[in-house]
Structure formats: C-alpha cells, structure tokens
C-alpha cells in the first residue's frame, strides 16, 4: 500500500508562506496526490491533487518532486482560517480503490 | 446546494443495539465511502462503494456493514455495536477515486456505552 509520511505539526505566522511536506515513496505511477485539511469540528475538505505537474488553485499551489516521491502544499499567504490540520494521501496501489490517509500535519498559525 | 449529509449528527448508545448511520448525496457520485477518525490514528477506512450494488472492504470493516442499493444513499450498519466502535464518522462521496475531489459530510460522532 501506497503510504504518506507528513510531519505532525508546523507552526507560520499570518500573512507568511507555509510549506507543507509530504514523503510518499513508494507511489505508483498513475497514483494521484491529493491534499485534504480538517478545520476544528468538521469534516475534511479538499485543498489540491495533481499527478506529476505543479498545480495551483484559489487555495493553494501544490509542488510535486520530479521522481514523484515526495510534493509539498504551499500556502501562499497563511491565515488564521488556515489553522487546520492538513492530510496528504494517495490512491491505493493495487488499484482497488481504497484511500489512505496520512497522518496529517497539524498547522498552527499566529497572530 | 451539492452536499453529502449525514444523520444523526450525534448518537449515544448501548452494546448491543443495532443502529443506523445514514449517508446521502445530492451530486449523482458513484464513489461512497466510510470512515473513522480516532485520536492520534487519523482517518481510516471502512468501507467504499464504486456504485450500486457494488461495495468493499477498507482498512476497518469489522463489526460494520453497509448497503448501496440506491446511488444516493450508502448508510453504514452496526448490528451489535461495542465500545470500541465509539469513534467520530464521517461519509464521503465523489465522481471517482484517483483524479477526483472527495465530499465529505459533517460528521457523526457516536458513543457506545
């Protein structure tokens, strides 16, 4: 099974950039990565996914390594609505459809 | 407005008694699924539908069961909850897997006492 590999927690101040990690080495080919965050008592939401090019959206830009085995979740202006955890996941390998979460990276953001 | 919903949004329970999550969407997915989310485990899931009639194991299914027999509808089963089934619930539904956006609903937290 595809697995993902996220710090638990980072720190930015408001109006700063955030990178975001995420280590997935044993992706597979047409595994797409998909980047979801939780605000406190909800569900998660969708931020970004991409396959192999760098992608951006309203939210955020999402920057994938070259060999795939690692891409990051840029924040381009944190805000204090932006404290969330944020979860990096995959699809399954063996294709059966299934999706795994990461352990999630939980951002704090200040003031 | 294109929602997943989820109900009951709270629910407090006792071994044993059989219950019923509910899970529907309004956006025509043929994509559902099920998960937990517990303290310091993340996400994990239990069971997903690629449409109806059609659904499979995920990472958690022990003591669950689930149905699709309408396209709008995926609700999750416990016939004989125990305890450690106390967890916060979440449905999901998408167009697909690999390239899509996932909704998720609000959540359903349930205590099984």
């Known amino acids: 099974d595809a697995k993902t590999t996220q710090p638990n927690s980072m720190e930015s101040n408001e109006e700063e950039p955030v990178h975001l990690p995420c280590n997935h080495s044993?992706?597979?080919?047409?595994?797409?990565i998909h980047w979801y965050r939780q605000l406190p008592s909800q569900g998660p939401e969708y931020v970004i996914h991409?396959?192999?090019s760098n992608v951006n959206n309203r939210m955020a830009s999402l920057a994938i390594a070259e060999d795939r085995k690692s891409s990051t979740l840029i924040l381009h202006r944190a805000t204090l609505r932006d404290a969330a955890v944020y979860y990096c996941?995959?699809?399954?390998?063996?294709?059966?459809?299934?999706?795994?979460f990461g352990t999630g990276t939980r951002l704090q953001v200040f003031p | 407005e294109a929602q997943v919903t989820q109900n009951p949004r709270y629910l407090i329970t006792v071994t044993g008694k059989k219950l019923t999550v509910t899970c529907s969407q309004n956006?025509?997915?043929?994509?559902m699924s099920w998960y937990r989310q517990d303290p310091g485990l993340g996400l994990r899931q239990i069971y997903y539908?690629?449409?109806?009639?059609?659904?499979d194991k995920g990472d958690v299914p022990e003591g669950y069961k689930v149905s699709r027999k309408e396209k709008r509808n995926f609700p999750l089963i416990l016939e004989s909850p125990s305890p450690n089934q106390t967890s916060l619930y979440f449905c999901?539904?998408?167009?697909?897997?690999?390239?899509?956006?996932?909704?998720f609903g609000p959540g359903t937290r349930l205590t099984v006492l």
């Open positions: 999901a539904s998408s167009l697909g897997t690999s390239g899509y956006e996932q909704f």
């Open positions: 044993t992706i597979s080919g047409t595994d797409y």
């Open positions: 991409g396959l192999t």
């Open positions: 996941i995959l699809r399954d390998v063996n294709n059966t459809d299934k999706l795994i």
């Open positions: 956006m025509n997915h043929e994509y």
């Open positions: 539908s690629m449409n109806v009639e059609v659904t």
